[in-house]
C-alpha cells in the first residue's frame, strides 16, 4: 500500500515569497504530524491534527506559518513571507488512533525547503 | 526545558558486533518512546517503540531497554549489518499533548566492515 507522500520534493524560493507543501497521509490515518528538520539536527514539532483540527500549534515557529487539513485527509503547510531561516526539510507523518492510544508515526519522504 | 538527549553523536561499530544506542530523557511524565532511523534523504522509518509499563521489548534484531528510575532508554542492534548505518533518533511523548513526539538530536552509526 502506498506510504505518506509529500510534495513537492524539492523547492526552491526567494525570499518574501510565500510556498505552499502537500502532505497526502496513508489512508485511514486520522492523525497526522508536521515537523521541521534543519541540516544535521533533530526533528521540531510543529503542528498536528486530529481530523480536520489541529489541537496542538505550539509549534509553529510564527505567525508566517500556518497548516490546513481538509477532509480528513490531505494537508497543506503554508509559508508567508519566506525568510533564509526557514530552509530546512519539512517532514509530514501520519498515524492511525486507537482509543487515543499513541500509536506509530509513519513518515513521508519530505519536502527540501531552500529559501534564496 | 525538558528535552531528550543522546550520550553519543557518533557510534562506529564493526560489522557483525552488537550496538548500543543510549538516550536520556528528563520528563517522568511522558509514557512513550520511540526508536526511528533515518538513512540520507529519507525520512525517519520506525524501528520499535515501548510503553512506560514496560521496561523492555523485542523486534526482529533489537531490542528496547527502559529504565524509568534513571531516565534512560537504550537501542540495542544485535549483529549490525551495514544497512543499519544511518542516524537514529529516539523520542518521547511527553503526555501534555497527545501525537506530540519530541526528538533528541539523533546518533549517527557507522557500520565498518
Known amino acids: 500500500g502506498a506510504g505518506v507522500s509529500q510534495s513537492p520534493s524539492n523547492k526552491v524560493t526567494e525570499k518574501g515569497k510565500d510556498v505552499e507543501l502537500r502532505c497526502d497521509p496513508i489512508s485511514g490515518h486520522t492523525a497526522l504530524y508536521w515537523y521541521r528538520q534543519s541540516l544535521g539536527q533533530g526533528l521540531e514539532f510543529l503542528i498536528y491534527f486530529q481530523g480536520n483540527s489541529a489541537p496542538d500549534k505550539s509549534g509553529l515557529p510564527s505567525d508566517r506559518f500556518s497548516a490546513e487539513r481538509t477532509g480528513g485527509s490531505v494537508s497543506t503547510l503554508t509559508i508567508q513571507r519566506t525568510q533564509q531561516e526557514d530552509s530546512a526539510v519539512y517532514l509530514c507523518?501520519?498515524?492511525?488512533?486507537?482509543?487515543?492510544?499513541?500509536?506509530?508515526?509513519?513518515f513521508g519522504p519530505g519536502t527540501r525547503l531552500t529559501v534564496l | 526545558g525538558e528535552s531528550v538527549g543522546l550520550h553519543l553523536p557518533t557510534l562506529s561499530v564493526q560489522e557483525g558486533d552488537n550496538s548500543i544506542i543510549n538516550c536520556a530523557y528528563s520528563n517522568s511524565a511522558s509514557d512513550y518512546f520511540i526508536w526511528y532511523k533515518q538513512e540520507s534523504g529519507k525520512g525517519p522509518q520506525f524501528i520499535i517503540d515501548?510503553?512506560?509499563?514496560?521496561d523492555k521489548r523485542q523486534g526482529q534484531r533489537v531490542t528496547v531497554l527502559l529504565n524509568k528510575t534513571v531516565k534512560h532508554l537504550s537501542l540495542q542492534i544485535a549483529a549490525t549489518q551495514p544497512g543499519d548505518s544511518a542516524v537514529y533518533f529516539c523520542a518521547e511523548n511527553l503526555g501534555d499533548s497527545w501525537g506530540k513526539l519530541q526528538f533528541g538530536a539523533g546518533t549517527q552509526v557507522v557500520v565498518t566492515p
Open positions: 515501548i510503553r512506560s509499563n514496560m
Open positions: 507523518a501520519s498515524s492511525p488512533v486507537y482509543s487515543g492510544v499513541y500509536n506509530e508515526q509513519f
